[in-house]
């Protein structure tokens, strides 16, 4: 078993920056895929950024693409997000995710993780 707990999250304006972190505990999350999604009410949980176990490949959803980086500290057990020139439709429950299979890209489907966090709420305001 592994629990993930996320932090970070809290209100902002448009154009600010927040960072995002996920803690694992009673696992090491190093040798596993992680990822963040986000979801909005009413919409379905969407796949936000992935990153392999070992930090070397990581995928991005278009829409944050160039504003949005994530990383990984296997030493802490932990994975980020950074969230540059945030925008009003960013605003969501950001949730970390841990993927058990082996895998060279982080998959952006959600029935492929099977750990998740409680989220944390991101608001952007216009």
């Known amino acids: 078993q592994v629990q993930l707990a996320e932090s970070g999250g809290g209100l902002v304006q448009a154009g600010g920056s927040l960072t995002l972190s996920c803690v694992g505990s009673?696992?090491?999350?190093?040798?596993?895929?992680m990822a963040w999604f986000r979801q909005a009410p009413g919409t379905e949980r969407e796949f936000v950024a992935g990153?392999?176990?070992?930090?070397?490949?990581?995928n991005y959803a278009d829409s944050v693409k160039g504003r949005f980086t994530i990383s990984r500290d296997n030493a802490k057990n932990t994975v980020s997000l950074q969230m540059d020139t945030l925008k009003p439709e960013d605003t969501a429950v950001y949730y970390c995710?841990?993927?058990?299979?082996?895998?060279?890209?982080?998959?952006?489907?959600?029935?492929?993780?099977?750990?998740w966090g409680q989220g944390t709420q991101v608001t952007v305001s216009s």
């Open positions: 995710a841990l993927d058990l299979t082996p895998r060279l890209t982080p998959p952006r489907a959600t029935y492929e993780y099977d750990y």
């Open positions: 009673g696992r090491s999350i190093s040798p596993h895929a």
């Open positions: 990153i392999t176990w070992n930090g070397r490949s990581t």
